[in-house]
């Protein structure tokens, strides 16, 4: 392939999105766009690995130059993907994959229809309580809030073009890796295979 797939990935909190990307990453095909934010670093974070850290003026500065391939305001905050290293990274061949939440999702689908949609979800959204109670870092007025937007994000999943239930870790870690490899089996990211094959007919 002479270009990545832009990989779009979306999943309510509690479903494991995280423990399937750290595994995926591991190949390096795979790039992991890392979002910007104009809220301060929280104790720990790191910029640039945890997020780009910018000022309101550096992310609208962005904004209003198509710098962003998507973004949204929450509590006053700026969140969003620069397009810059995703576009690089790209065309390097690289995957690269942008974990972000429906909203944004859905700029995405209107900005590049030829990215990839996948949807984690859980196996019910009782079990995502059962999850999120067992993991014992919240309270229950927390976890009823959480459980109340997966429910609103999974009534968007129809609109992705990949849904993987993680209900057994290692069986969606390998549901990822199956649709991935369809995509780039597609004959429209195989031309410079094809032009191969046909180079000495």
């Known amino acids: 392939m002479d270009k990545g797939i832009l990989i779009v990935l979306s999943a309510p909190s509690g479903c ?35 997020y ?14 198509g710098g ?6 929450y509590c006053d905050n700026y969140y969003g993907t620069p397009r810059d290293k995703v576009t690089e990274k790209l ?4 995957h690269v994959i942008l974990e972000i939440e429906v909203q944004g999702a859905m700029q995405i689908r209107e900005k590049c229809p030829d990215a990839v949609f996948v949807f984690i979800a859980p ?12 993991r014992g870092t919240e309270t229950i007025d927390v976890i009823e809030k959480r459980v109340s937007e997966a429910a609103h994000e999974i009534s968007f ?14 069986t969606a870690i390998d549901d990822f890796r199956s649709v991935i490899r369809a995509e ?13 094959v046909l180079k000495n007919a």
């Open 123 to 134: 196996p019910s959204v009782g079990e995502l309580r059962n999850r999120l109670v067992n």
């Open 52 to 65: 780009h850290f910018l000022s309101k003026e550096q992310f609208e500065e962005l904004i209003s130059t």
């Open 184 to 196: 780039e089996l597609k004959a429209i990211n195989q031309k410079n295979i094809i032009d191969e």
């Open 16 to 50: 494991g999105k995280g423990t399937i990307l750290a595994e995926v990453l591991k190949d390096e095909k795979f790039f992991y766009s890392v979002s910007a934010t104009t809220r301060s670093p929280r104790p720990g974070e790191t910029d640039g690995v945890n």
């Open 157 to 170: 999943a129809p609109k992705y073009d990949y849904v993987i239930v993680n209900d057994v870790l290692e």
């Open 68 to 73: 962003m391939l998507e973004y949204a305001q």
């Open 91 to 94: 065309n390097e061949g690289r």
